[in-house]
């Protein structure tokens, strides 16, 4: 699941209020909400994360932490045109890899990568502490 999926799903759940009743706050079907939650679907733009902040009312840190869990679950196109062979090789490897990864080496790969980021960049992929995503998820 993404981390907009898990982010979704436990802000929905702290604050009591089922799919369906989300749905229709949004003008959505409870279809939509429940792929969205399950990661099958990701949110389209902005604007849906804004009628989320709405619909429920977030306080600004749980605003904060929805945004920025969208930006982690945008669709990336890895590597980028320019980018050498071994890059390439690099990111079929990684993709292979993903699924057999442990949180512990999720946490590793993190804090290396933001070992080699700039620490004044907004949008730094990882970090090395935990996340609401790392967290056990809420069930639907």
């Known amino acids: 699941m993404s981390p907009f999926s898990v982010a979704l799903r436990q ?19 409870q279809a939509y909400i429940s792929q969205l939650e399950r990661g099958a679907k990701l949110p389209k733009d902005k604007d849906l994360v804004r009628k989320i902040v709405q619909a429920l009312r977030l306080h600004p840190e749980e605003e904060a932490s929805l945004w920025r869990a969208f930006q982690a679950s945008r669709k990336f196109d890895f590597p980028p045109s320019d980018a050498p062979a071994a890059a390439y090789r690099y990111f079929a490897k990684l993709s292979d890899a993903l699924p057999r990864l442990s949180s512990a080496d999720f946490n590793t790969l993190s804090t290396f990568l933001d070992s080699v980021g700039d620490d004044n960049d907004p949008n730094k992929i990882g970090t090395s502490n935990p996340t609401p995503e790392s967290q056990a998820e809420v069930p639907m």
């Not at 802000?11 to 079907?29: H, K, S, T, W």
């Open 11 to 29: 802000l929905r759940a702290e604050y009591d209020v089922a799919q369906g009743e989300l749905a229709d706050r949004l003008g959505l079907r």
